[in-house]
């Protein structure tokens, strides 16, 4: 049976769900249509996206059309969760772009045709709800060859539209469509110049790719239909055309012929190109060859972790078989894993499957150490698949438990979050103690928080994260501290002079010794050196570490009955906060470098926000429309830039961002955050 992985890509609320759900019942799969409003679709099963009406993860529907199996890939369309999108884009051979009518090509389906383009994916385009008001399909393919490609040409063309939609007409077979059962009617004659002028646009496009067709297009030879269906393939298997279809997903109209369309016009795994992997044993790139013959080899695009059944993994078969319950090799980990039963799955709807072939998709439940991107093989044949690329975190918050219980579950809870979706990050933040947890936006962090409750019953705080503020001095000074204690039997007795410079930036924080003529025992100096130690731990300001200074113990005195180690720990940790005392001291930041990919109609706005942010703008690069602006800006100034440069931009714009270095603080910010710490405690 032939085979066809195709992902449905576009725009948040562009009707993808309802095309997947209307496809799904053409096909007779599915007996009743659910709804998005009414949570009832087949793809959209979680109970979080059932609640916001809104895909989360992507959904893989397997089903049959025409003796052709379709693994469709249903993707979410809101930008926080792209991750999900190039997974899907990885192991499929062609996508659908689904485009509304009315909204036309909007922000998030440039962004996914870029993906597609970067990926060299194949592509159809589906105009959606037609049936809407303002719904209007001739300036949403302007816009399409404007904002996409100019390679975007109709093979459908609709009949009426708005409340009056009825049906489409076929550009190729010059037949109209009339209404969800496809009803096949004579093109009305309103329409009938139209669809002979933007079929000759369509033939001219796709006969470029046959010369014997040029020949015969240009000599005004008839061509057959069977030839320019041929010349579309072709072309769309190129990249050479995008044919767009037209229809409604709520009314069932144009689905079929798009059904037809994703059989006829989108490769089969066999016909892409051939995959490369790199070799186990020779550390060389190697072709695989597709076929069942060949050594096993897949690749996990997607992991999804549930509390009742275990993880789920899904995975795409490049090369060779798998069968339930056997052992496969899993390369990147060096491991072997044992596989129990294989299934498809519709939805959360599974269904057993004896085995997995070559071009194939399956999910196999609890692998014990595979994770998405892993590719798993044959042992005698062992191979690395390129992985996902992910897109990088931009935006951080701190993570608490609410509750004692919680901080316990938290631990396990997050890791099995994190394996689900890869563009997740975590760390614990040394100066802050904090756990910071990074996505790639403010709802992906929230749809997390609202998951690690629903699915593990951990309740989680997000709060923004504290700036990790040092303090350092600014001149050389020298500092004494006498400790003396007398309380009956033995007293204390520590006497330390220190003298403290500032070391240049990144200098670190060191502690030396100069004694003369034994002023303190040597057994003494390690309390001393502790004692400084911890007091640089909190620096005199606002209770940041001290950093970028020398401390030289370099005289004192003891007692030969009442010194002890504590006397000088504490004598050494009173000299230091004395020392930082009378060093001028100031606050030091962290500040970030930034790369801000935008278009250029936002340079201005961009570069007028970074000001207000104390940012400096080091260098710009103008590309083909877009701006790559190099900057550097505090941290304490983008702890939400990722929210604020999406709406400058209007979700266009993206930027990574790393540490640089640590700088000084103005002194009116520098006033601005000692007052904070003395309001409220240091960094609560």
Not at 105 to 122: S, Y
Not at 361 to 371: E, M
Request: overall charge negative.
């Amino acid at each position: 049976m032939q085979i066809r992985n195709t992902a449905l890509i576009s725009h948040q609320g562009a009707g993808k769900t309802s095309l997947a759900e209307y496809m799904l019942f053409a096909s007779g799969v599915i007996q009743r249509l659910g709804s998005v409003e009414d949570g009832t679709t087949t793809s959209d099963y979680d109970p979080l996206e059932v609640e916001r009406h809104m895909g989360i993860n992507l959904s893989l529907l397997s089903f049959e059309w025409k003796e052709t199996k379709l693994n469709l890939i249903d993707t979410p369309g809101y930008a926080d969760f792209v991750g999900e999108v190039r997974s899907g884009l990885r192991v499929t051979e062609g996508a659908i772009v689904v485009i509304c009518a009315a909204s036309g090509v909007e922000v998030g389906t440039e962004q996914m045709w870029g993906d597609a383009e970067r990926v060299d994916l194949p592509r159809l385009v589906f105009v959606n709800k037609m049936d809407r008001d303002n719904a209007d399909f001739f300036s949403t393919v302007e816009g399409m060859k404007a904002k996409l490609s100019p390679r975007c040409l109709p093979l459908q063309l609709p009949i009426g539209s708005q409340s009056d939609f009825q049906g489409i007409v076929d550009l190729v077979t010059m037949k109209a469509y009339i209404g969800s059962t496809s009803e096949e009617a004579e093109i009305p004659s309103a329409l009938q110049e139209q669809a002979e002028a933007s079929r000759d646009r369509l033939v001219e496009a796709a006969v470029e790719i046959d010369d014997e067709l040029i020949s015969k297009y240009l000599e005004g030879e008839a061509i057959s239909n069977e030839e320019i269906f041929a010349a579309i393939r072709k072309s769309t298997a190129a990249g050479k055309l995008v044919p767009v279809f037209v229809g409604s997903a709520l009314q069932g109209i144009g689905i079929q012929q798009l059904l037809n369309g994703i059989c006829y016009c989108l490769p089969s795994p066999e016909e892409r190109d051939a995959f490369v992997a790199k070799s186990m044993a020779t550390g060389n790139q190697e072709e695989i060859k597709l076929g069942q013959e060949s050594p096993f080899s897949s690749l996990v695009f997607k992991t999804s972790a549930d509390p009742y059944v275990g993880k789920l993994s899904y995975f795409r078969v490049y090369s060779g078989v798998i069968s339930s319950n056997s052992q496969v090799w899993n390369a990147n980990k060096n491991s072997m894993e044992r596989v129990g039963q294989l299934f498809t799955v519709l939805g959360k709807n599974q269904q057993l499957l004896p085995q997995v072939a070559a071009g194939d998709i399956g999910v196999v439940a609890r692998l014990s150490v595979t994770t998405t991107g892993d590719t798993l093989c044959a042992r005698e044949h062992s191979m690395i698949l390129e992985g996902i690329g992910f897109p990088h975190v931009n935006f951080s918050m701190a993570i608490r438990p609410e509750t004692k219980t919680d901080l316990d579950k938290m631990s396990t809870a997050l890791p099995r979050i994190c394996e689900e979706d890869p563009s997740l990050q975590t760390r614990r933040e040394p100066d802050t103690s904090e756990f910071i947890i990074s996505g790639v936006g403010d709802s992906h962090l929230e749809i997390v928080k609202e998951k690690m409750r629903r699915k593990f019953g951990v309740a989680v705080r997000l709060d923004l994260p504290k700036i990790p503020y040092k303090e350092t001095i600014t001149v050389s000074t020298r500092a004494e501290h006498k400790h003396r204690k007398q309380s009956g039997g033995h007293g204390q007795y520590g006497h330390v002079l220190l003298e403290l410079e500032p070391l240049p930036r990144t200098g670190g924080f060191e502690f030396a010794e100069k004694i003369f003529g034994g002023a303190i025992p040597q057994n003494y100096i390690p309390s001393v050196e502790k004692g400084v130690n911890e007091a640089r731990q909190e620096g005199v300001l606002a209770g940041y570490p001290v950093v970028d200074v020398k401390v030289k113990l370099y005289d004192g005195s003891f007692h030969s009955v009442d010194s002890s180690d504590i006397a000088f720990k504490i004598a050494g940790a009173q000299a230091l906060k004395k020392g930082l005392s009378q060093g001028e001291p100031v606050l030091l930041e962290p500040i970030m470098k930034l790369k801000i990919t935008a278009p250029q109609a936002y340079t201005g706005d961009i570069m007028s926000d970074l000001n207000t942010k104390r940012g400096r703008v080091l260098g710009m690069n103008p590309s083909g429309g877009i701006n790559i602006i190099d900057a550097q800006a505090p941290y304490s100034e983008l702890v939400r830039y990722a929210i604020d440069l999406r709406s400058m931009t209007q979700g266009r714009g993206d930027f990574v961002m790393e540490f640089d270095h640590y700088e000084e603080v103005p002194a009116h910010v520098s006033q601005r955050v000692i007052d904070g710490v003395k309001k409220t405690g240091k960094g609560d």
